[in-house]
C-alpha cells in the first residue's frame, strides 16, 4: 500500500429521500467528492443485511447484500418499479438520521413488486448469478424465507427442530413451501449485486480502492451458523456453550457481551480453514483492502459461558494464530488487509502482527487519553499503520473535544500546536495526515467538523447508533479542495495525478 489517505463512510450514511444511503446517485457522487478531494480509498462498515440493533455487525449472512442499500430510483429506471410506487411511502421525517422501523415496513414491499416483474424477465441473469453464489445463496434464500415464516425470530426459537436442525427432509418440505419468498430474497441478491458491480468498477476506474470491513465473528442468527454448525461451539441442539465478548477493563467494569458464536478452531483447521477461505473469498470480490475487525481474537479471544449476563466470567483461549493468516496470504495474493488491533496489547497479539505483516492501527483520539495512550501519539508510529483520527466506534473530532478531560485536550492542543485559526478538527486531522502512517483515514464528520449527534456507535448500547446520514449540499467542492491540499502538502497523492489535475 502507497503512501495515501481515505474518508471512513458508510452507504447507509448516504443522502437519499428513501430514507437511507443507497447505491444510486449519491454513491457515485462520493466517489466523485473522494477523487476530487485526493483520497485513494473509500472506507465503508459492513454492507451486509442488518438484524435485530441494526449493527452492520450482526448480519444475517456474512456473504449476502443489505436489501436496504438497493437503489429505488435505478429500479424505476429499468422498469422494475413506477414512481407513484415509491414516492407517497414515509420513509422518515428526518435526513439527518436513518429510521429503520419505518424503511422495514415498506422496503420489502417495495421490492417483492420489483421481483414480480423482474423474475421472469431476468431469468437467464438471475439463473447464471445462481450458479455462480451457489455455495451460500441458497441457504441464505432459504433461511430468510423461514425466518418469515416463524415470525423473524431467531432461528434457535422455530417451532419446528427438524428445520432448525437442517433435517434433510425437512429442508425439501421448506423449499416447496416457501418458494415465492424463496425466489424474493434470491432475486433481491441479484439486484444488489448488479447494482454493487457497476458501483464498484466506477469507484476503481477512477483510482479509488474500497476498503471493506468484516468482523471477526458472525451473527448466531445468521445463516452462516444455521447452515454450517459444524464449524462452532455449539451443543447437541446447535446452541452456542460459550460466546463472545471483551474483558473488564478501565473503560467498562463488566466488560462487553457481544453473544457471537465461537468458531470450532480445530474443526476449520482441520477443513484446511476452509470456511474462511471461502469468507475471505466473497469479501475479496466486494472489496480492495479487507480491515479485520478485532485482529487480536486470531492470537487469544475471550470465551464467556453461554447465559452470563455479562463479560466478567470468561477466560482466554488461544486462536489459530499465524497458521489462518498464512493460509490466507497464500490464497489471496492480490488482496490487502489491515489488522483491527486496538485493546489488549498482550505479547501474542504483537507477535501475530509482526508475523502477519498486516499494517495495524492507530487512533488519534486515544493517544491524548491520560488513562492510556499505549503508542498512539504518533511520533511513536511505524510505517506500516493506519491512523485514523477515530473509528466508527469513536465520537467525531468535535464531540469527543466536548468529551474528553480538560486535561486530555490541553496536551493534544499543546502536542499538536492546534490553533484558533486552522481550527481544532483540522489541527487533528493535519496530525494524522503528516505522521509516517502509510494510510491516513477520517470520518467524514471530521471534515464537516460536526460533534453531537452524529456520532456513528457508541459500543454497549442499544438504539440511536448506525443512523447518522449526510445531508445534501454539504459535499462542495471549497470542502474537497481543502482535503487536497493537505493530502498534496504531506505527500499521500500519486504525483503523476497531481500534476495531471494541476494542469
Excluded at 434470491?186 to 448488479?194: D, G, M, R, S, V
Excluded at 458501483?199 to 483510482?207: E, F, P, Q
Excluded at 476452509?274 to 480491515?291: E, F, P, Q, S, T
Amino acid at each position: 500500500m502507497k503512501r495515501s489517505s481515505g474518508i471512513l463512510m458508510p452507504i447507509f450514511s448516504l443522502p437519499s429521500p428513501y430514507g437511507i444511503g443507497t447505491m444510486g446517485k449519491a454513491a457515485y457522487e462520493f466517489a466523485d467528492f473522494l477523487y476530487r478531494a485526493g483520497q485513494r480509498y473509500w472506507q465503508m462498515l459492513p454492507i451486509g443485511p442488518t438484524s435485530y440493533g441494526d449493527s452492520p455487525y450482526q448480519s444475517f449472512s456474512t456473504f449476502a447484500g443489505n436489501p436496504y442499500f438497493i437503489d429505488l430510483d435505478m429500479l424505476v429506471e429499468d422498469g422494475l418499479l413506477r414512481k407513484d410506487e415509491i414516492a407517497g411511502i414515509n420513509w422518515g421525517t428526518e435526513p439527518r438520521h436513518v429510521d429503520y422501523g419505518r424503511i422495514y415496513g415498506s422496503r420489502f414491499d417495495v421490492l417483492s413488486k420489483a421481483k414480480e416483474r423482474g423474475w421472469e424477465r431476468d431469468k437467464q441473469k438471475v439463473n447464471a448469478f445462481i450458479g455462480q453464489n451457489s455455495r451460500w445463496l441458497a441457504d441464505y434464500a432459504l433461511f430468510m424465507a423461514l425466518k418469515r415464516h416463524f415470525g423473524m425470530r431467531s432461528w434457535t426459537e422455530w417451532e419446528d427442530e427438524d428445520i432448525r436442525l437442517r433435517k434433510p427432509a425437512a429442508i425439501v418440505k421448506y423449499r416447496e413451501l416457501l418458494r415465492e419468498d424463496i425466489e424474493l430474497f434470491t432475486y433481491i441478491q441479484y439486484l444488489f449485486f448488479e447494482q454493487w458491480t457497476k458501483l464498484k468498477a466506477y469507484i476503481n476506474d477512477l483510482g479509488i480502492g474500497i476498503i471493506g470491513d468484516i468482523p471477526i465473528y458472525v451473527a448466531m442468527d445468521s445463516a452462516d451458523v444455521w447452515a454450517e454448525p459444524e464449524f462452532f461451539q455449539l451443543d447437541e441442539k446447535n446452541l452456542p456453550t460459550e460466546v463472545s465478548g471483551v474483558p473488564p477493563d478501565d473503560f467498562s467494569a463488566e466488560g462487553q457481551l457481544w453473544g457471537n458464536p465461537l468458531y470450532d478452531w480445530d474443526k476449520i483447521q482441520a477443513d484446511g480453514f476452509g470456511w474462511w477461505i471461502r469468507r475471505i473469498d466473497g469479501a475479496g470480490k466486494m472489496y480492495d483492502v479487507i480491515r479485520i475487525d478485532h485482529f487480536r481474537g486470531l492470537a487469544s479471544y475471550w470465551a464467556v459461558p453461554y447465559g452470563e449476563t455479562t463479560a466478567k466470567n470468561g477466560k482466554w483461549r488461544s486462536g489459530p494464530g499465524i497458521a489462518l493468516v498464512n493460509a490466507l496470504k497464500g490464497w489471496f495474493h492480490n488482496l490487502e488487509f489491515i489488522a483491527e488491533d486496538l485493546g489488549y496489547a498482550t505479547p501474542d497479539v504483537e507477535k501475530l502482527l509482526k508475523e502477519s505483516g498486516f499494517p495495524g492501527m492507530k487512533v488519534l483520539e486515544f493517544a491524548f487519553d491520560s488513562r492510556d495512550s499505549s503508542g498512539y501519539l504518533p511520533h511513536a508510529y511505524s510505517e506500516n499503520c493506519t491512523c485514523y483520527t477515530g473509528t466508527h466506534d469513536n465520537s467525531p473530532i468535535a464531540l469527543w473535544r466536548e468529551e474528553a478531560a480538560p486535561e486530555d485536550i490541553a496536551y493534544c492542543e499543546k502536542y499538536l500546536g492546534l490553533n484558533k485559526e486552522e481550527g481544532f478538527n483540522w489541527g487533528m486531522i493535519r496530525g494524522g495526515m503528516g505522521s509516517v502512517a502509510r494510510l491516513f483515514v477520517a470520518q467524514m464528520q471530521d471534515y464537516l467538523e460536526l460533534g453531537a449527534g452524529c456520532r456513528m456507535n457508541k459500543p454497549s448500547t442499544l438504539g440511536g447508533n448506525w443512523q447518522w446520514r449526510l445531508l445534501s449540499g454539504e459535499l462542495t467542492d471549497s470542502l474537497a479542495d481543502r482535503i487536497y491540499d493537505a493530502v498534496r502538502i504531506y505527500g499521500r497523492i500519486d504525483r503523476a495525478k497531481d500534476e495531471s489535475k494541476s494542469e
